[in-house]
């Protein structure tokens, strides 16, 4: 089965503009993750899809982070507008339920902010 | 606040040592406990997981975990590591939250096997 797919892999932006990322879980699975993770630590979590609805998103900034999942299948984060500590590779996941299951992660996304 | 503690950043072993790597987690209730490992180049794998049932549990490669409940901890080990599990692992907890489960990850540890 196809993997997590994710793009673009890399991206170079001044501070102040606006990057989105694109991701495309595999098929039927129902939960979709973003995760950011930042040189030297552990992914962490953005926000959490289940079907197209927001489970967590409680450490989204939300003032310049969105992310949708129309239709339930592909997502796209968005950063508006970029700072300097957003440099970080962004990680989409996805599970066949939220709960139990084991999470399956694309590429990811290698933001550098100048 | 729910947390997971690794206590080696770096480790670096020769092979056919043997491995342990630390972890710790901040929850009392139920938990599911993973181990993820990124092999340089690759994607985030899933190592092996715990969900009930017998508290020693083995994954791909030979390794095996063991939670122990009273500890709040969840290790990894390996009898004799190989060169080719030079990689980044991740321990990382499952537990409820609002609106339904949420997975913290430690902050990994960098093994490097020395041929």
């Known amino acids: 089965e196809a993997g997590v797919a994710q793009s673009p892999r890399y991206k170079i932006i001044e501070k102040r503009q606006s990057v989105a990322f694109w991701c495309n879980p595999i098929?039927?699975?129902?939960?979709l993750y973003w995760y950011q993770q930042i040189l030297g630590q552990g992914p962490k979590l953005l926000i959490q899809?289940?079907?197209?609805?927001?489970?967590?998103d409680s450490q989204l900034p939300k003032d310049r982070f969105s992310a949708e999942r129309l239709k339930g299948v592909d997502s796209t984060l968005k950063i508006q507008p970029a700072k300097l500590e957003d440099s970080a590779v962004y990680l989409c996941?996805?599970?066949?339920?939220?709960?139990?299951?084991?999470?399956?992660f694309g590429p990811g996304t290698r933001l550098t902010v100048l | 606040a729910q947390s997971v503690s690794q206590h080696n950043h770096h480790v670096i072993l020769s092979e056919a040592a043997s491995l342990e790597l630390g972890c710790n987690y901040s929850y009392g209730g139920t938990v599911n406990l993973f181990w993820y490992v990124q092999y340089p180049g690759q994607h985030l794998q899933l190592l092996l997981k715990y969900f009930s049932g017998d508290p020693l549990v083995k994954g791909i490669k030979g390794f095996e975990a063991e939670f122990i409940k009273s500890k709040f901890s969840f290790n990894l080990r390996k009898p004799s590591v190989q060169w080719s599990d030079t990689a980044e692992y991740f321990c990382a907890v499952n537990a409820p939250n609002t609106g339904g489960f949420k997975t913290i990850f430690g902050a990994g540890t960098r093994l490097f096997v020395k041929a």
């Open positions: 098929s039927g699975h129902a939960t």
């Open positions: 899809f289940q079907n197209n609805g927001v489970v967590d």
């Open positions: 996941a996805s599970s066949s339920d939220g709960f139990t299951d084991t999470q399956y």
